[in-house]
């Protein structure tokens, strides 16, 4: 079944803590990203990726950090969580030129 | 700026039709989509439009666009219950195909 997955769906931590997001896709898309949902906002843009080692900056990329090591995977990386990153996450991917697929969520608290 | 507005919520009858409103700012805006969202769950892309087109039918749902004023709609036809969900209207920008999302209209069905 084609399908984004991420993981954990869930997150209670503490400031401070490096936290890892994985994102995984099986479909052979190029073009992944990370997005943030909080309420009256949308969902806005963190990181994106063309193909593998093409990483850039999306409109609110402070605090975090991404890698595609593989076409598969994009792991989203908090290096010191502070509670305003408190949101609900979401990995997408896509075909360059295709609608982007999107991942159930990662709800992330941090205290 | 890249901008994409839509009001907060709507509530129709069960059997009515919904009519969700968007605007949006960017012109060169190549693709225009409608996602739903449920509670609990990742986006579900519904619909998109290519921007040379004014209207696209699938089952339910009729899409229209009138480019001139920036104006998107989303018709549903004979609403369900189950169509009760925060629906998502977003443009993607060509250069990154970031997608800039509107901050969602929540559809409320009544029985």
């Known amino acids: 079944e084609a399908q984004v997955t991420q993981n954990p769906r869930y997150l209670i931590t503490v400031t401070g803590k490096k936290l890892t997001v994985t994102c995984s896709q099986n479909?052979?898309?190029?073009?992944m990203s990370w997005y943030r949902q909080d309420p009256g906002l949308g969902l806005r843009q963190i990181y994106y990726?063309?193909?593998?080692?093409?990483?850039d900056k999306g409109d609110v990329p402070e605090g975090y950090k991404v890698s595609r090591k593989e076409k598969r995977n994009f792991p989203l990386i908090l290096e010191s969580p502070s509670p305003n990153q408190t949101s609900l996450y979401f990995c997408?991917?896509?075909?360059?030129?295709?609608?982007?697929?999107f991942g159930d969520g990662t709800r992330l608290s941090i205290l | 700026g890249e901008d994409v507005e839509q009001s907060l919520f709507l509530s129709v009858r069960e059997g009515d039709s919904s009519v969700i409103n968007c605007t949006y700012t960017d012109s060169s805006s190549t693709y225009l989509y409608w996602y739903k969202q449920e509670p609990g769950a990742g986006l579900q892309l519904l619909t998109y439009i290519f921007s040379n087109m004014d209207m696209k039918q699938d089952q339910r749902l009729t899409v229209l666009l009138n480019k001139k004023d920036k104006h998107l709609s989303l018709r549903i036809a004979d609403t369900q219950t189950g169509d009760s969900a925060i629906y998502f209207c977003?443009?993607?920008?060509?250069?990154?195909?970031?997608?800039?999302f509107g901050s969602g209209t929540r559809l409320l069905v009544r029985p």
């Open positions: 997408a991917s896509s075909f360059v030129d295709q609608p982007q697929h």
């Open positions: 479909m052979n898309h190029e073009y």
């Open positions: 977003a443009e993607r920008m060509d250069s990154s195909y970031k997608l800039i």
């Open positions: 990726s063309m193909n593998v080692e093409v990483t």
